[in-house]
């Protein structure tokens, strides 16, 4: 079974920096695109950044300039670099993944179970 696990988060004054991580366990997988969102108290979950497998990135204009998102997929991992995070960055944020295993004929989607960031002095 496939597992996506997110590590990183935690507590930032504003302008500091945190970077996520989410990698994707299970053998004989073929990881598609993969991404990053979040949630905030009372709000909608919602896009952050995404990464194909050839690269092509995608952010949230609220992020961009900000926020960068890069993939290793020799240990199927995507990273989240946040700097100058500002309080309104903080929320949970989830990590997800197409993902295609060796007997299945299509991809599904995975999610991480999340990790908190809090900005705040």
Known sequence: QV???ESGGGLVQP???LRLSCRASGNSISIYRM?????????QRELVAGITSGGRTNYAESVKGRFTISREDAKNTVYLQMNSLKPEDTAVYYCNADILLY???SPNLYWGQGTQV???S
């Not at 991404?35 to 709000?43: E, M, N, T």
Request: glycine share 20%; net charge positive; no cysteine.
């Open 15 to 17: 302008g500091g920096s």
């Open 103 to 105: 007997y299945s004929d």
């Open 35 to 43: 991404g990053w969102y979040r949630q905030a108290p009372g709000k």
């Open 118 to 120: 809090t900005v705040s």
């Open 3 to 5: 597992q996506l696990v």
